[in-house]
Protein backbone atom coordinates (compact mmCIF):
# COMPACT_ATOMS: atom_id res chain seq x y z
CA UNK A 1 0.00 0.00 0.00
CA UNK A 2 1.35 3.19 -1.20
CA UNK A 3 1.77 5.91 1.06
CA UNK A 4 1.74 10.17 0.21
CA UNK A 5 5.38 11.32 0.68
CA UNK A 6 5.50 14.48 2.22
CA UNK A 7 8.19 17.18 1.02
CA UNK A 8 10.31 19.32 3.03
CA UNK A 9 9.83 23.29 2.42
CA UNK A 10 10.83 24.79 -0.42
CA UNK A 11 12.35 28.15 1.56
CA UNK A 12 13.83 28.22 5.45
CA UNK A 13 10.54 28.69 7.47
CA UNK A 14 10.22 32.28 8.68
CA UNK A 15 8.37 31.90 12.10
CA UNK A 16 5.83 34.66 11.86
CA UNK A 17 3.53 35.60 14.81
CA UNK A 18 0.66 36.28 12.54
CA UNK A 19 -0.58 39.64 13.82
CA UNK A 20 -0.09 41.89 10.50
CA UNK A 21 0.55 45.95 10.10
CA UNK A 22 -1.46 47.46 8.02
CA UNK A 23 0.78 50.53 7.12
CA UNK A 24 3.59 48.23 6.71
CA UNK A 25 1.57 46.17 4.16
CA UNK A 26 0.79 49.69 2.49
CA UNK A 27 4.46 50.22 1.86
CA UNK A 28 5.39 46.76 0.92
CA UNK A 29 2.75 47.69 -2.20
CA UNK A 30 4.33 50.87 -2.99
CA UNK A 31 7.47 49.58 -3.16
CA UNK A 32 6.40 46.63 -5.20
CA UNK A 33 4.62 48.90 -7.57
CA UNK A 34 8.01 51.00 -7.43
CA UNK A 35 9.85 48.05 -9.02
CA UNK A 36 7.16 47.24 -11.64
CA UNK A 37 8.09 50.65 -13.04
CA UNK A 38 11.28 49.71 -14.13
CA UNK A 39 10.68 46.02 -14.80
CA UNK A 40 12.16 44.83 -11.86
CA UNK A 41 12.37 40.51 -12.66
CA UNK A 42 11.19 39.85 -9.40
CA UNK A 43 8.42 41.92 -9.00
CA UNK A 44 7.45 40.83 -12.53
CA UNK A 45 7.25 36.87 -11.43
CA UNK A 46 5.38 38.26 -8.42
CA UNK A 47 2.80 40.15 -10.26
CA UNK A 48 2.69 37.21 -12.74
CA UNK A 49 2.64 34.56 -10.04
CA UNK A 50 -0.42 36.32 -7.67
CA UNK A 51 -2.68 38.60 -10.15
CA UNK A 52 -5.60 36.80 -11.94
CA UNK A 53 -4.56 38.99 -14.82
CA UNK A 54 -0.40 39.29 -14.09
CA UNK A 55 0.81 37.60 -17.61
CA UNK A 56 -1.20 40.02 -19.58
CA UNK A 57 -1.37 43.33 -17.82
CA UNK A 58 1.29 46.01 -19.73
CA UNK A 59 3.75 48.23 -17.20
CA UNK A 60 1.76 50.95 -18.31
CA UNK A 61 -1.47 49.50 -16.87
CA UNK A 62 -0.35 48.80 -13.46
CA UNK A 63 -2.02 50.75 -10.76
CA UNK A 64 -1.06 50.67 -7.21
CA UNK A 65 -4.68 48.71 -6.38
CA UNK A 66 -3.04 45.06 -8.70
CA UNK A 67 -0.33 45.55 -6.19
CA UNK A 68 -2.32 45.64 -3.13
CA UNK A 69 -4.22 42.43 -4.43
CA UNK A 70 -0.85 41.11 -4.83
CA UNK A 71 0.54 41.82 -1.30
CA UNK A 72 -2.67 40.33 -0.10
CA UNK A 73 -2.80 37.04 -1.84
CA UNK A 74 0.41 36.64 -0.56
CA UNK A 75 -0.63 36.93 2.66
CA UNK A 76 -2.96 34.30 1.56
CA UNK A 77 -6.27 36.39 1.40
CA UNK A 78 -8.61 36.71 -1.87
CA UNK A 79 -8.26 40.74 -1.32
CA UNK A 80 -6.86 43.79 -0.04
CA UNK A 81 -10.44 44.48 1.61
CA UNK A 82 -10.33 41.22 3.21
CA UNK A 83 -7.02 41.60 4.11
CA UNK A 84 -7.83 44.75 5.88
CA UNK A 85 -10.70 43.64 7.21
CA UNK A 86 -9.08 41.04 9.12
CA UNK A 87 -6.16 42.94 10.50
CA UNK A 88 -9.13 45.68 11.96
CA UNK A 89 -10.53 42.54 13.40
CA UNK A 90 -7.42 41.60 15.32
CA UNK A 91 -7.24 42.96 19.06
CA UNK A 92 -6.19 42.09 22.76
CA UNK A 93 -8.79 43.98 24.28
CA UNK A 94 -12.43 42.97 23.59
CA UNK A 95 -15.35 40.37 25.31
CA UNK A 96 -14.21 36.84 25.39
CA UNK A 97 -16.81 34.18 26.47
CA UNK A 98 -14.45 31.90 28.89
CA UNK A 99 -14.60 31.81 31.99
CA UNK A 100 -13.88 30.12 35.39
CA UNK A 101 -15.61 26.82 34.70
CA UNK A 102 -13.53 26.67 31.46
CA UNK A 103 -10.68 24.48 31.29
CA UNK A 104 -7.97 24.76 28.69
CA UNK A 105 -6.00 21.69 27.27
CA UNK A 106 -2.89 22.35 25.52
CA UNK A 107 0.18 20.66 24.79
CA UNK A 108 2.70 22.32 25.67
CA UNK A 109 2.73 25.81 27.92
CA UNK A 110 2.97 28.04 25.08
CA UNK A 111 -0.39 29.82 24.90
CA UNK A 112 -0.77 30.52 28.78
CA UNK A 113 0.65 33.51 29.28
CA UNK A 114 -1.25 34.86 25.93
CA UNK A 115 -4.43 33.83 27.17
CA UNK A 116 -3.51 35.39 30.71
CA UNK A 117 -2.74 38.65 28.53
CA UNK A 118 -6.44 38.24 26.52
CA UNK A 119 -8.08 37.98 30.23
CA UNK A 120 -9.11 34.64 29.97
CA UNK A 121 -10.09 33.45 33.33
CA UNK A 122 -10.49 29.53 32.94
CA UNK A 123 -7.50 27.00 34.45
CA UNK A 124 -5.05 25.58 31.80
CA UNK A 125 -3.83 22.27 31.60
CA UNK A 126 -0.67 21.19 29.97
CA UNK A 127 -0.73 17.51 28.54
CA UNK A 128 2.44 17.13 26.77
CA UNK A 129 2.96 13.04 26.76
CA UNK A 130 4.75 13.10 23.55
CA UNK A 131 2.94 9.89 21.94
CA UNK A 132 5.16 10.37 18.54
CA UNK A 133 7.91 8.63 20.39
CA UNK A 134 8.65 5.71 22.69
CA UNK A 135 6.18 2.14 22.92
CA UNK A 136 2.24 3.53 23.07
CA UNK A 137 0.15 0.10 24.03
CA UNK A 138 -3.29 -0.04 24.79
CA UNK A 139 -3.23 -0.71 28.36
CA UNK A 140 -5.14 0.04 31.65
CA UNK A 141 -4.02 4.13 32.90
CA UNK A 142 -1.98 2.66 35.52
CA UNK A 143 0.46 0.56 33.90
CA UNK A 144 0.14 2.71 30.87
CA UNK A 145 1.41 6.04 32.43
CA UNK A 146 4.56 3.66 34.09
CA UNK A 147 5.45 2.74 30.74
CA UNK A 148 5.44 6.60 29.57
CA UNK A 149 7.25 7.70 32.63
CA UNK A 150 9.98 5.20 32.16
CA UNK A 151 10.04 5.98 28.20
CA UNK A 152 10.72 9.25 29.16
CA UNK A 153 13.53 9.15 31.36
CA UNK A 154 15.57 7.00 29.28
CA UNK A 155 14.42 8.86 26.35
CA UNK A 156 15.33 12.36 27.61
CA UNK A 157 17.87 11.54 29.95
CA UNK A 158 16.00 12.89 33.30
CA UNK A 159 14.91 10.93 36.67
CA UNK A 160 11.80 8.87 36.94
CA UNK A 161 10.59 11.62 40.00
CA UNK A 162 11.49 14.46 37.52
CA UNK A 163 9.02 12.91 35.17
CA UNK A 164 6.60 11.79 37.51
CA UNK A 165 6.55 15.41 38.47
CA UNK A 166 5.97 16.89 35.25
CA UNK A 167 3.51 14.43 33.70
CA UNK A 168 1.26 13.16 36.61
CA UNK A 169 -0.88 16.39 37.04
CA UNK A 170 -1.35 15.96 32.84
CA UNK A 171 -3.19 12.75 33.93
CA UNK A 172 -4.58 13.89 37.05
CA UNK A 173 -6.38 16.72 35.21
CA UNK A 174 -8.18 14.09 32.52
CA UNK A 175 -9.32 11.96 35.97
CA UNK A 176 -11.10 15.37 37.05
CA UNK A 177 -12.28 16.96 33.32
CA UNK A 178 -15.73 16.47 35.21
CA UNK A 179 -15.44 19.22 37.53
CA UNK A 180 -15.37 21.48 34.88
CA UNK A 181 -18.41 23.07 32.57
CA UNK A 182 -16.41 22.99 29.38
CA UNK A 183 -13.11 21.81 28.31
CA UNK A 184 -11.51 23.13 25.04
CA UNK A 185 -8.68 21.56 23.11
CA UNK A 186 -6.15 23.58 21.14
CA UNK A 187 -3.77 21.74 18.79
CA UNK A 188 -2.36 21.87 15.67
CA UNK A 189 -2.01 19.53 12.47
CA UNK A 190 1.41 17.91 13.46
CA UNK A 191 1.68 14.39 15.07
CA UNK A 192 3.13 15.66 17.95
CA UNK A 193 -0.11 17.51 18.83
CA UNK A 194 -2.84 15.13 16.53
CA UNK A 195 -1.53 11.86 17.98
CA UNK A 196 -1.94 13.31 21.63
CA UNK A 197 -5.41 14.38 20.64
CA UNK A 198 -6.34 11.25 19.43
CA UNK A 199 -5.35 9.78 22.92
CA UNK A 200 -7.76 12.87 24.51
CA UNK A 201 -10.75 11.78 21.68
CA UNK A 202 -10.33 8.15 22.66
CA UNK A 203 -10.27 9.11 26.27
CA UNK A 204 -13.76 10.84 26.34
CA UNK A 205 -14.95 8.27 23.93
CA UNK A 206 -14.55 5.95 26.61
CA UNK A 207 -15.09 7.66 29.55
CA UNK A 208 -18.04 9.69 28.22
CA UNK A 209 -17.56 12.48 30.78
CA UNK A 210 -20.08 15.26 31.55
CA UNK A 211 -18.86 17.95 30.27
CA UNK A 212 -19.29 20.70 27.54
CA UNK A 213 -15.91 19.76 24.87
CA UNK A 214 -15.04 22.12 22.18
CA UNK A 215 -11.19 22.32 19.98
CA UNK A 216 -9.52 24.74 18.41
CA UNK A 217 -7.97 22.37 15.89
CA UNK A 218 -6.31 24.28 12.64
CA UNK A 219 -3.41 24.25 10.45
CA UNK A 220 -3.89 27.61 8.82
CA UNK A 221 -3.73 30.95 9.94
CA UNK A 222 -4.76 34.10 7.63
CA UNK A 223 -1.32 35.94 6.96
CA UNK A 224 0.69 33.28 7.79
CA UNK A 225 2.48 31.52 5.41
CA UNK A 226 4.68 29.35 7.61
CA UNK A 227 2.14 28.51 10.32
CA UNK A 228 4.20 25.74 12.48
CA UNK A 229 1.37 26.03 15.59
CA UNK A 230 -1.03 28.07 17.76
CA UNK A 231 2.33 28.39 20.28
CA UNK A 232 4.25 31.03 16.83
CA UNK A 233 1.21 33.29 17.39
CA UNK A 234 0.72 36.68 18.90
CA UNK A 235 -2.05 36.84 21.37
CA UNK A 236 -4.17 38.85 19.28
CA UNK A 237 -3.76 36.03 17.12
CA UNK A 238 -4.87 33.41 19.73
CA UNK A 239 -7.80 35.74 20.52
CA UNK A 240 -9.05 35.42 16.68
CA UNK A 241 -8.85 31.46 16.77
CA UNK A 242 -10.76 31.17 19.94
CA UNK A 243 -13.83 33.72 18.05
CA UNK A 244 -13.42 32.16 14.79
CA UNK A 245 -11.89 28.36 15.03
CA UNK A 246 -13.60 26.95 18.15
CA UNK A 247 -16.20 24.19 17.12
CA UNK A 248 -18.05 21.36 19.54
CA UNK A 249 -16.62 18.51 19.45
CA UNK A 250 -18.36 16.16 17.22
CA UNK A 251 -19.48 11.91 17.94
CA UNK A 252 -17.83 11.88 14.57
CA UNK A 253 -14.59 13.15 16.03
CA UNK A 254 -14.22 11.19 19.37
CA UNK A 255 -14.93 8.08 17.12
CA UNK A 256 -11.72 9.04 15.27
CA UNK A 257 -10.18 9.57 18.20
CA UNK A 258 -11.11 5.92 19.05
CA UNK A 259 -10.25 4.72 15.84
CA UNK A 260 -6.63 6.08 15.29
CA UNK A 261 -5.73 5.50 19.12
CA UNK A 262 -6.31 1.69 18.41
CA UNK A 263 -4.83 1.29 15.15
CA UNK A 264 -1.89 3.67 16.81
CA UNK A 265 -1.06 1.09 19.60
CA UNK A 266 -1.41 -1.78 17.59
CA UNK A 267 1.90 -4.26 16.76
CA UNK A 268 1.58 -3.48 13.10
CA UNK A 269 0.83 -0.16 10.91
CA UNK A 270 -1.68 -1.86 8.50
CA UNK A 271 -4.10 -0.13 10.45
CA UNK A 272 -3.01 3.32 10.78
CA UNK A 273 -1.79 2.91 7.34
CA UNK A 274 -5.65 2.23 6.21
CA UNK A 275 -6.88 4.99 7.75
CA UNK A 276 -4.91 7.47 6.08
CA UNK A 277 -5.27 6.06 2.68
CA UNK A 278 -8.75 6.36 3.64
CA UNK A 279 -8.61 10.06 5.02
CA UNK A 280 -10.01 11.18 8.18
CA UNK A 281 -12.99 13.10 7.22
CA UNK A 282 -14.14 13.96 10.64
CA UNK A 283 -10.63 15.28 11.45
CA UNK A 284 -9.06 16.74 7.55
CA UNK A 285 -5.41 17.82 8.70
CA UNK A 286 -5.02 14.66 11.01
CA UNK A 287 -4.35 12.01 8.22
CA UNK A 288 -1.07 14.07 6.93
CA UNK A 289 0.21 13.87 10.90
CA UNK A 290 -0.45 10.07 10.45
CA UNK A 291 1.49 9.68 7.63
CA UNK A 292 4.25 11.78 8.92
CA UNK A 293 3.84 9.59 12.17
CA UNK A 294 4.47 6.42 9.88
CA UNK A 295 7.36 8.08 7.91
CA UNK A 296 9.15 7.42 11.28
CA UNK A 297 9.47 3.60 10.57
CA UNK A 298 12.32 2.46 9.27
CA UNK A 299 13.64 2.62 5.20
CA UNK A 300 13.31 -0.90 3.80
CA UNK A 301 17.31 -0.25 3.11
CA UNK A 302 18.72 2.03 5.20
CA UNK A 303 16.89 1.41 8.14
CA UNK A 304 16.84 4.91 9.03
CA UNK A 305 13.43 7.19 10.22
CA UNK A 306 12.99 10.03 8.07
CA UNK A 307 13.87 12.40 10.77
CA UNK A 308 17.20 10.51 10.69
CA UNK A 309 18.11 10.78 7.20
CA UNK A 310 16.98 14.12 6.97
CA UNK A 311 19.97 14.92 9.81
CA UNK A 312 22.14 12.91 8.83
CA UNK A 313 21.60 14.52 5.20
CA UNK A 314 22.14 17.78 6.53
CA UNK A 315 25.32 16.66 8.47
CA UNK A 316 26.63 15.14 5.25
CA UNK A 317 26.95 18.72 4.14
CA UNK A 318 29.25 20.47 6.99
CA UNK A 319 32.39 19.65 8.39
CA UNK A 320 30.75 19.73 12.39
CA UNK A 321 27.47 21.77 13.90
CA UNK A 322 26.35 22.34 17.30
CA UNK A 323 23.62 20.25 18.30
CA UNK A 324 21.27 23.33 19.03
CA UNK A 325 21.92 24.96 15.47
CA UNK A 326 21.20 21.35 14.02
CA UNK A 327 18.04 21.06 15.28
CA UNK A 328 17.35 25.09 14.55
CA UNK A 329 18.50 24.26 10.76
CA UNK A 330 16.91 20.99 10.44
CA UNK A 331 13.80 22.82 11.37
CA UNK A 332 13.52 26.12 8.94
CA UNK A 333 14.67 23.58 6.22
CA UNK A 334 14.11 20.12 5.98
CA UNK A 335 10.85 18.78 8.02
CA UNK A 336 8.42 18.66 6.41
CA UNK A 337 5.46 18.83 9.03
CA UNK A 338 7.47 20.28 12.15
CA UNK A 339 6.74 17.82 15.48
CA UNK A 340 9.56 17.71 17.14
CA UNK A 341 10.65 19.44 20.48
CA UNK A 342 14.69 19.75 21.04
CA UNK A 343 14.62 17.54 23.65
CA UNK A 344 13.31 14.92 21.43
CA UNK A 345 15.18 15.69 18.49
CA UNK A 346 18.47 15.54 20.01
CA UNK A 347 17.25 12.35 21.97
CA UNK A 348 17.23 11.17 18.31
CA UNK A 349 20.58 12.05 17.30
CA UNK A 350 22.42 10.89 20.73
CA UNK A 351 20.98 7.57 20.07
CA UNK A 352 22.62 7.53 16.22
CA UNK A 353 26.08 8.22 18.40
CA UNK A 354 25.05 5.09 20.71
CA UNK A 355 25.16 3.25 17.83
CA UNK A 356 27.62 -0.54 17.75
CA UNK A 357 29.34 1.61 14.94
CA UNK A 358 28.00 5.64 15.55
CA UNK A 359 26.91 7.15 12.74
CA UNK A 360 27.31 10.49 14.15
CA UNK A 361 30.27 11.47 16.36
CA UNK A 362 29.44 13.88 18.97
CA UNK A 363 31.67 15.99 21.13
CA UNK A 364 30.60 16.07 24.21
CA UNK A 365 33.01 19.17 26.15
CA UNK A 366 30.80 21.74 26.32
CA UNK A 367 28.33 22.46 29.17
CA UNK A 368 25.24 21.95 27.63
CA UNK A 369 23.80 19.68 24.90
CA UNK A 370 22.80 22.38 22.68
CA UNK A 371 26.56 23.69 22.27
CA UNK A 372 27.83 19.82 21.29
CA UNK A 373 29.36 19.57 18.37
CA UNK A 374 28.28 17.07 16.16
CA UNK A 375 29.42 15.28 12.75
CA UNK A 376 28.79 12.72 10.58
CA UNK A 377 31.06 9.41 10.76
CA UNK A 378 31.88 7.43 7.61
CA UNK A 379 29.46 4.66 8.80
CA UNK A 380 26.79 7.32 9.13
CA UNK A 381 27.67 8.12 5.09
CA UNK A 382 27.47 4.55 4.49
CA UNK A 383 24.18 3.91 6.25
CA UNK A 384 22.72 7.22 4.07
CA UNK A 385 23.77 5.95 1.10
CA UNK A 386 22.16 2.70 1.28
CA UNK A 387 25.49 0.48 1.68
CA UNK A 388 24.76 -0.32 5.62
CA UNK A 389 21.24 -1.24 7.23
CA UNK A 390 21.23 0.63 10.67
CA UNK A 391 18.78 -1.14 12.66
CA UNK A 392 21.87 -3.79 12.48
CA UNK A 393 24.02 -1.50 14.34
CA UNK A 394 21.29 0.19 16.59
CA UNK A 395 22.19 0.51 20.41
CA UNK A 396 18.58 -0.92 21.41
CA UNK A 397 15.02 -1.07 20.30
CA UNK A 398 12.98 1.87 19.18
CA UNK A 399 9.08 2.13 19.06
CA UNK A 400 6.92 4.07 16.14
CA UNK A 401 3.55 4.15 18.62
CA UNK A 402 3.23 -0.13 19.25
CA UNK A 403 5.50 -1.19 16.69
CA UNK A 404 8.94 -2.35 18.00
CA UNK A 405 11.83 -2.14 15.53
CA UNK A 406 14.47 -4.36 16.38
CA UNK A 407 17.91 -3.81 16.72
CA UNK A 408 19.10 -7.00 14.86
CA UNK A 409 23.19 -6.12 15.87
Not at 92 to 109: F, K, M, N, Q, S
Not at 383 to 408: E, N, T
Request: some cysteine; charged content about 25%; overall charge negative.
Amino acid sequence: MSIQKLSSPAKPRDYFHGKLNLEQQKKRAKELFKQLQTSHPDAVQRIERSHPRGLTLQPSEIKLTHCQLVIARENSFDSWPAMKAHIDSLALAGPVTDDAETLHIRCGTDIKHALELIGFSGEFLEFSDPFCQGPVHDLPIEPFIKMRYEFAAQAYDMTLNDVRARALPSYEGLFKMEQWRRVVFWFEHDSFDQLILAFLLSYVYRNRPDVVLEMICVDQIPGVEDFIGIGQLSPELIRYLWLNERKPITEAQLALGEQVWVALCADSPNALRQITEQGTLAIPMMANALRRHLEELPDPVTGLSLTETLALQLLASEQSIPAGRLFSRYMRELEPLPWLGDLMFWSIVRQLGEASQPLVSIETTAERWPTYLVSITETGRAVLAGQRDYRQLMARDRWVGGVCIKADG
